[in-house]
């Protein structure tokens, strides 16, 4: 924590504003009816995903090379405004892989609304990447004071809110103890200094902004204890597509795969990428943590968010997260 809390104030004096929520919008992709030298159902490909630093191995598989080494056409990935917009779109066709968190994915598929296959992981939280901020001076000093206060989530009832009912549990209190108000992550540094929130849940570079333009304080990291670790996001496709489309799945992951690799050896390919689809600079991603990179989809990992919704209410019963992950290889 102390580490995490040195950064902020080193990093004080080189940080930009920045927003992680692009204008850009991809191109659709097209069905081939004739199998490329690969063999692949389908070379153009449709990616839907927000532009945050956990969809850094999508353009680095761009710039590498990776998707054409496989037979893939990847021109530019489909920025999507939010999680509820770009699973109407996976589940409509219009978007063939989309980048989304897992409760939200979970949640479609346990109410029946479609069914989803994982077919690679996009992160998993790590010290760091997100980050519980108070204006400059607040009393809050830590989360046992949060009981009465409010406290700004990007989206209800998601990933975000159920990270904080998992701290405020282990802190001794309850979500009745909080009142949660929903403000778009560009949002929340502005709301912060002006007193429209008392504790923001922010990730990177977010949190760093709002420590470096108005002094705003850390008071914890909202992904600890029980939630260390948690997976976060994955890329999904519909059960359908991955039945009629194997073969393309299967280079999707390759490229994935080889991609993600590379943001795990070398950050440099990260920070290169990030402003390519995101409004980070350079100079910022250079003092982000980015971490949390997986090129595994595990069972067990998935299964926790699966759990953690159930104890909280999230679903109506337990949920068997082992029957969303693709069954195909990426070898």
Not at 52 to 75: M, S
Request: with cysteine; net charge positive; charged share 20%.
């Amino acid at each position: 924590m102390s580490g995490l809390r040195r950064r902020l104030r080193v990093s004080a004096v080189l940080l930009t504003a920045t927003a992680l929520f692009a204008a850009g919008c991809g191109g659709g992709g097209s069905d081939s009816s004739s199998a490329n030298a690969g063999g692949l159902e389908k070379t153009e490909l449709n990616i839907g995903m927000l532009p945050l630093p956990e969809t850094a191995p999508i353009q680095i598989a761009i710039d590498k090379g990776f998707f054409k080494a496989e037979g893939l056409t990847v021109t530019k990935p489909t920025i999507i405004a939010g999680g509820a917009a770009g699973m109407a779109d996976l589940l409509s066709g219009k978007l063939d892989v989309m980048h989304s968190n897992y409760v939200s994915a979970i949640t479609t598929v346990a109410k029946g609304a479609g069914k989803l296959k994982v077919v690679g992981e996009a992160w998993t939280a790590k010290p760091g990447n997100f980050a519980l901020m108070v204006k400059k001076g607040s009393p809050i000093k830590s989360v046992a004071d949060f009981k009465g206060k409010t406290v700004a989530v990007n989206t209800y009832k998601n990933v975000a809110e159920l990270a904080m009912l998992s701290l405020l549990k282990t802190n001794g209190l309850t979500a009745e103890d909080v009142t949660f108000k929903e403000f778009p992550f560009p949002q929340m540094q502005g709301a912060l200094a002006t007193n429209q929130m008392d504790v923001a849940f922010m990730p990177e570079p977010f949190y760093q902004t709002a420590a470096s333009k108005d002094g705003a304080v850390l008071v914890a990291e909202p992904f600890a204890g029980p939630t260390a670790d948690f997976p976060i996001a994955g890329y999904l496709v519909t059960e359908d597509f991955a039945k009629k489309n194997p073969k393309t799945v299967a280079a999707f992951q390759r490229a994935l795969v080889k991609a993600t690799e590379v943001a795990i050896s070398n950050s440099a390919e990260v920070e290169a990428a990030l402003p390519k689809y995101t409004k980070i600079d350079r100079a910022t991603a250079e003092l982000m943590v980015l971490g949390g990179f997986s090129t595994t989809v595990n069972a067990t990992r998935l299964q926790r968010v699966a759990d953690l919704m159930t104890d909280f209410k999230y679903l109506d019963s337990k949920f068997d997260a082992s029957s969303m992950i693709y069954s195909g290889s990426a070898s």
